[in-house]
């Protein structure tokens, strides 16, 4: 680890703290004159840092840039270990993910980006992606289940990320099947689960679940399309929260349901927070809008739904409005 990296983890751990140039001479085991060498190359990153002369320097509150310094910190014991790649702007972190999946990535390697310029979506849709304001993240797992899991890993990493932001924000969520969130009328956090399956033994190879959380609303105006549509977990950015720390707990609580998919507890806390439950609902196949009542998630996490002719069935993909 360069001085610049280990000075920007001692600033991310003590964000509220002014921390002396002398002290951080001593504990970094370097020249005051590098210290200053390491705060300018930060500045120069895009890290705003406060600093006066009697008592040094510190993180301004506002400053959020996503680091691999600035999230470790808050992952779990389990997590420490893990890969996490940030990258400062990618096509799609799903894309870079898969990329490194096929090259032989371990599971729990996480790829994180700060800007995406080809996000992707589900139904072969873009996902907006602005710097600043959002937190885009994959994670490859090679978990050990069979490919018709694949819906509880999509639900399970929804649950995972409801449980991280009310953890850290104190927000209640709610989701739409699969794994859309929303707060109030507004989508947050989209999810794309991808995966490549061992067609000899129907279990995965690996599979990348791909999340997108707006975190703040971005600094320049939304695409018209996605105006009425979309929102975000904040206007501005909080002063205590950093999108860093949310990334961490995303991290942490979805890792902790889809590492282990024989317990599925989790399902249980995906229905309290579903938002189509008991409602009247549209089901897109065959080309056309049907319309169908929300029943209940099944034990893979599917939704079972009434249809218009009165029939019981579950859907274990697809897409639903309300
Ligand atoms: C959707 O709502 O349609 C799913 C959106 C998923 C977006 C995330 S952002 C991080 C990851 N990389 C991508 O290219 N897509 C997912």
Redesign the pocket.
């Known amino acids: 680890m360069s001085t610049k990296q280990k000075l920007l983890k001692i600033l991310e751990e003590n964000r509220a703290t002014y921390l002396s140039g002398e002290m951080l001479a001593s504990t970094l085991n370097v020249s005051r004159s590098a210290i200053w060498k390491a705060i300018k190359g930060l500045k120069e990153e895009g890290y705003e840092i406060a600093s006066t002369t009697n008592k040094g320097y510190r993180l301004k509150s506002e400053s959020d840039l996503m680091s691999v310094e600035g999230i470790t910190p808050w992952l779990s014991q389990n997590n420490q270990a893990l890969e996490l790649l940030v990258y400062k702007t990618l096509g799609?972190?799903?894309?870079e993910a898969k990329k490194l999946a096929l090259e032989g990535a371990k599971t729990k390697t996480v790829i994180i980006s700060e800007e995406?310029t080809?996000?992707?979506?589900?139904?072969g849709?873009l996902?907006y992606?602005p710097p600043k304001s959002g937190i885009?993240?994959?994670l490859v797992l090679r978990p050990d289940v069979a490919a018709q899991d694949a819906v509880l890993l999509t639900t399970g990493a929804a649950v995972g990320v409801c449980r991280a932001i009310k953890k850290v924000t104190g927000i209640d969520t709610q989701i739409k099947w699969v794994n859309?969130i929303y707060l109030g009328e507004r989508?947050i956090v989209?999810?794309?689960t991808e995966a490549v399956t061992n067609f000899e033994n129907g279990q995965f190879e690996f599979v990348i679940i791909?999340?997108?959380v707006n975190f703040k609303m971005p600094e320049t105006a939304l695409p018209k399309e996605l105006e009425d549509i979309v929102g975000a977990l904040f206007v501005e950015k909080p002063d205590a929260l950093t999108r860093n720390r949310l990334a961490a707990e995303i991290i942490n609580e979805v890792l902790k349901i889809c590492e282990d998919l024989t317990n599925r507890d989790f399902l249980a806390e995906y229905k309290t927070q579903s938002m189509v439950l008991g409602k009247q609902i549209k089901v897109f196949r065959n080309n056309d809008w049907e319309v169908a009542t929300a029943i209940d998630i099944s034990n893979d996490g599917g939704l079972i739904i009434k249809n218009n002719k009165g029939i019981i069935e579950t859907l274990s993909s697809g897409e639903i409005s309300i």
């Not at 799609?92 to 894309?95: D, K, L, V």
């Not at 080809?118 to 139904?123: D, E, I, L, T």
């Open positions: 799609s972190t799903n894309q995406q080809k996000g992707r979506g589900r139904m849709r996902f992606s885009y993240l994959s859309d989508k989209g999810i794309l791909g999340i997108g």
